[in-house]
């Protein structure tokens, strides 16, 4: 009965984003933040472990008790039971402890934002040039050997770019912190993740051991998460107004280095000449970046990694996200319709 009324809730984008999104989210955001923001670890992952252990227990005893003929009637409708009621509970937690945010009208609804509108290819060219003066300017900068700080240091410098951001957009606000670093920091790198958001403890995760000059703007996107705002594209908006407001050149650098790929790639599915000449305006500092990434990211390609992308695709589907893994891109439709209604980026 509670997952059927969740569904009914979340069919209408009005309701989610006034009674659950503005409305009691933000409390038990909050909430759960205080409660495992403290702890030096990743409260998360120490419940995905212990979840895991004992999905990988019950499927081992379930084909032992099959292949030992001692499979009772009794045993496989307890099974089963067993498996719809623990479905139904992670359903309700993970949508009121955060999932409804993905029925949200979100924040295009509240800086009023076309994002469906289509642009030319001249528009996108366009804003992909702006895009490299700003990285090239960021990049140059940080200096020929770029200073990277800590994760602590990292942390609060993004606490700070929220700070900033909320004084022209109230609704950012930010409070009672929660961004850590993965216990499996080292085997996201190999699993295809650059961090996460658990909706069970609130907490954002950032995988340090991406090049460092990624991270700013990862640690952003998932703090938008944190704040509610659920779809790839719009988390990558928000973390995009919160870096951009940022005093520190490193976190500028990060988001516009990271949109520009995002614009430029889609330019060169477009027009690859247009992308071509954008890629040979970089600063030889912002292509070195760019090698350096390309190349680890190649060296940690595997096939464990594929399958973990291949789901995390589907899982994003799930959740009104028909592009998938894809939607992340589509952060570029939302950077035209700012710069559309607000005439600067």
Not at 183 to 208: C, H, K, M, R
């Amino acid at each position: 009965m509670i997952c059927l009324l969740i569904h009914i809730f979340s069919r209408s984008a009005s309701w989610v984003e006034k009674l659950y999104a503005t409305g009691i989210y933000p409390y038990i955001g909050k909430s759960l933040r205080f409660v495992f923001g403290s702890i030096p670890f990743s409260v998360g992952d120490v419940f995905y472990t212990i979840f895991g252990m004992w999905i990988l227990y019950r499927f081992i005893r379930f084909f032992t008790k099959l292949f030992r003929r001692k499979f009772t009637k009794q045993y496989f409708q307890s099974s089963v039971f067993t498996l719809l009621f623990t479905g139904c509970i992670i359903y309700i937690l993970f949508n009121v402890l955060w999932g409804l945010n993905y029925n949200r009208q979100g924040i295009a609804h509240q800086l009023q934002l076309d994002v469906s509108k289509k642009y030319s290819t001249q528009t996108l060219d366009s804003l992909t040039k702006n895009l490299i003066a700003k990285v090239n300017a960021n990049r140059l900068s940080l200096g020929k050997e770029a200073l990277y700080p800590n994760s602590a240091t990292l942390y609060k410098e993004a606490i700070a770019a929220y700070d900033r951001v909320e004084k022209k957009y109230s609704f950012l606000h930010y409070e009672t912190k929660s961004v850590k670093t993965p216990i499996y920091n080292a085997l996201g790198a190999y699993l295809g993740y650059s961090g996460y958001y658990n909706p069970f403890t609130g907490e954002a995760q950032v995988n340090t051991v991406l090049p460092k000059f990624v991270l700013p703007y990862v640690t952003c996107h998932e703090m938008a998460h944190q704040l509610g705002y659920a779809t790839e594209d719009e988390a990558n908006f928000v973390g995009y107004l919160a870096a951009s407001s940022s005093d520190d050149a490193l976190f500028k650098y990060s988001v516009y280095l990271d949109l520009y790929e995002y614009a430029n790639f889609e330019l060169w599915r477009r027009d690859s000449s247009l992308a071509k000449n954008n890629y040979r305006a970089l600063d030889t500092l912002v292509k070195t970046d760019l090698h350096y990434l390309r190349n680890y990211l190649k060296a940690h390609e595997n096939p464990a990694g594929t399958w973990v992308m291949k789901l995390y695709n589907q899982y994003l589907k799930a959740n009104k996200q028909p592009q998938g893994i894809n939607t992340y891109n589509a952060v570029t439709a939302w950077l035209i319709a700012y710069e559309r209604k607000y005439g600067e980026l």
